[in-house]
Every structure is written in C-alpha cells, then in structure tokens.
C-alpha cells in the first residue's frame, strides 16, 4: 500500500477540464460564477489533482463509476433534497487551488453520503499550504444505521485564522473505521467561500 497520497493515474488535467466542462453544461454561469464575495469552487478546477490517499488499491486508470472517474458529478436526494453533488469515492480525492484568504471568510457547503447501504464513510478536507495536509473538516456519515444521516449537512467552517494564507483545499471520502469501500460515495454541493464585510 502506497505510504503517500498519489495522482490518479488517468489524465487528471483532461478530466478535470471535462469536469468543468460539465459543470458549465449542466449549472451554467448563472449563480456559479464569482459574484462579488462568494468564491465557488467548482469554477476553479484548473489546477486542481484527482488523487487517493494512502491505503488506496484503485490508482487504475478506470474505476467503476458512471464516468470511469474517481471524482464526478451525480445528481441524487437525501431528506426530499435533490441537489447536483461533486463525489469522491472512498479513497479519492479532489484538490482546489484557492486564493488568498481574507479575513472573515467561510467554507460553505453540503455534503451527504450519496447510498443508504453499507456503513459509514467519512467526509474529509486538508488545507494544503507548502506541501503540508492540516485536517481542517471530518464527518462521519451513516445513512443505513443513523437517521440524522439521511439528510443534507449544511457545513460552515471558519477560515479567518488562515487569514492572508493561499494554497489549496482538498476533499477526500474515507471509508471509515472498517475501511469497508461499498457503496462509499460522498457528495460535496454549493462548495463555496463567502467573504463577510
């Protein structure tokens, strides 16, 4: 098992270009793009990695997603909630250069596990600054076995104390404590940062 985090062997830069591409095609630059002070993520993938963290099998080219893709958009409802989702399955991971953050400024998003089967799997997300991971977000989410998971968790996470940093954000599905991989697909939707004045 790889001791490092590694660059999905497919070509990332392609298909983060076909992710982006698909985002335009499917939200539209209505609502998605900056407006003032809210940055929204997903209109920044260039730059960005598709990657596993360590403990990984699955750096082949393919995986067995609708896209072939470690990282993808999927379309899917938890609590009468439909909402287009970016997904990482277990083990993947996205990264997102972001920049210089400001004062009073906010990750903000929903994330739900996209299956009611299986056990939990667990939403991550590093700050990634001069090549170090800093664990700034972990939630465990179990949709078959705890009802307050079957439903959209709105996320808001201070960033003010990283204030004047840059670097970039990384969004990981972990399988959790039994590292059981079925049915691990965690959605990240409205990836945002809003600025307050």
């Excluded at 307050?148 to 670097?167: C, K, M, P, T, V």
């Excluded at 059981?180 to 307050?196: F, M, N, P, Q």
Aim: glycine content about 8%; charged content about 30%; proline content about 4%.
């Amino acid at each position: 098992m790889p001791l490092e985090w590694t660059n999905w062997s497919g070509n990332y830069i392609k298909a983060l270009t076909e992710l982006r591409n698909e985002v335009a095609s499917r939200i539209g630059d209505k609502g998605h793009a900056d407006a003032g002070a809210v940055y929204m993520l997903l209109d920044h993938l260039e730059g960005g990695r598709m990657m596993f963290a360590p403990g990984s099998n699955l750096e082949d080219t393919s995986v067995e997603t609708p896209t072939g893709k470690p990282v993808f958009l999927y379309e899917f409802e938890r609590g009468g909630v439909r909402r287009l989702a970016l997904i990482t399955i277990a083990y993947a991971a996205v990264e997102f250069k972001i920049p210089r953050l400001a004062e009073r400024s906010f990750l903000c998003f929903y994330v739900a596990k996209a299956f009611e089967i299986g056990d939990e799997a667990v939403a991550r997300i590093y700050l990634v600054r001069e090549g170090n991971k800093e664990l700034m977000y972990e939630r465990s989410i179990d949709p078959a076995n705890r009802v307050q998971d079957r439903r959209w968790h709105y996320e808001q996470i201070d960033l003010s104390r990283y204030a004047g940093e840059s670097g970039s954000l990384l969004f990981q599905c972990h399988p959790g404590r039994r590292s059981d991989e079925a049915a691990d697909w965690i959605g990240w939707s409205k990836l945002r940062i809003v600025y307050e004045k």
